[in-house]
C-alpha cells in the first residue's frame, strides 16, 4: 500500500502502490505545471540541491524530499525518453530519405539539421506512435509452448512495486522485502536499499517465483 500527502494542497489517496502511481503523477504535473512556466529551469540538479537543504532543515518532511527526488527522477526519465526518441527520428528520417532519393534519381533530400520543424515533429510523431504500439503489446499476455504468460512487470520506483512482489532484479542487483529496512527493501548481500537508490537502478523487474 502507499500513502501520499501533497504537502502545499490538500490532495490525499490511499492504495495498492502499483493502482495510484498514475494519479500522483498526474497529480504533480499540474500541480509543477506554474513552476514550468516560470523564468526558472527546474532540473534535475537544482531539485536535489534542493532536497540536499532540505535534509538538513528539521522544519521539513521526509516526505517533502522524497517527492523532490520523486520529481527530479521524473524529468530525468522524461529527459532519456525524448533522447531517444530524437535518436529514432534521426535514424527514421535518413531512411525515408534514402528511399525517396531512390524513387527519384537526382531528388535532393534535406538532411535532418535541415528539415523543417514540422517534418521533424511529424517523424518524432511517428515513432512516439510506435514505441507506444510496442509497450502495448509488451504488456499482453503471449503464449509459449501452448501457455499464456504474463510479461514480467516492472517499475521505476520501488515505492511503486505492489506488496505481492517480494523481491525484484535492478540493474545493481537483486533487492527483497524487509519490513525491518528503513524503506522497505534490501540488497541481496543485506545492505538496505537507500533513498537514493529506490529510483537510481530502475527498471525494477519482478522475480516471478518470489511473488505472493
Known amino acids: ?20 502511481a498514475d494519479e500522483i503523477e498526474a497529480h504533480e504535473e499540474q500541480h ?37 527526488e ?3 527522477a521524473r524529468i530525468e526519465r522524461k529527459q532519456s525518453d525524448e533522447k531517444r526518441i530524437d535518436e529514432l527520428a534521426r535514424i527514421s528520417y535518413a531512411a525515408e530519405s534514402e528511399a525517396a532519393r531512390g524513387h527519384v534519381k537526382g531528388q535532393q533530400v534535406a538532411s535532418w539539421d535541415e528539415a523543417s520543424d514540422l517534418q521533424k515533429d511529424v517523424t518524432r510523431a511517428g515513432i512516439r506512435a510506435v514505441l507506444a504500439k510496442l509497450d502495448e503489446e509488451r504488456e499482453q499476455p503471449f503464449d509459449k509452448g501452448g501457455h499464456t504468460v504474463q510479461p ?23 533487492a527483497h522485502r524487509d519490513s525491518t529496512a528503513h524503506n522497505g527493501w534490501r540488497w541481496i548481500n543485506s545492505t538496505p536499499v537507500s533513498e537514493y537508490s529506490l529510483t537510481a537502478f530502475a527498471p525494477y523487474t519482478e522475480i516471478p517465483e518470489a511473488t505472493r
Not at 32 to 53: G, M, N, Y
Request: aromatic share 6%.
Open 152 to 174: 514480467l512487470r516492472q517499475w521505476e520506483d520501488l515505492r511503486d512495486v505492489p506488496d505481492d512482489v517480494l523481491a525484484v532484479c535492478a540493474t545493481e542487483g537483486v
Open 32 to 68: 509543477h505545471t506554474e513552476a514550468a512556466k516560470s523564468d526558472i529551469e527546474v532540473t534535475p540538479e537544482l531539485l536535489r540541491a534542493v532536497r540536499w537543504a532540505a535534509l538538513h532543515d528539521a522544519r521539513l518532511s521526509d516526505d517533502i524530499c522524497d517527492e523532490l
Open 1 to 20: 500500500m502507499r500513502e501520499y500527502h501533497c504537502n502545499t494542497c490538500d490532495f490525499h489517496i490511499t492504495g495498492p502502490a502499483d493502482e495510484v
Open 70 to 72: 520523486e520529481w527530479a
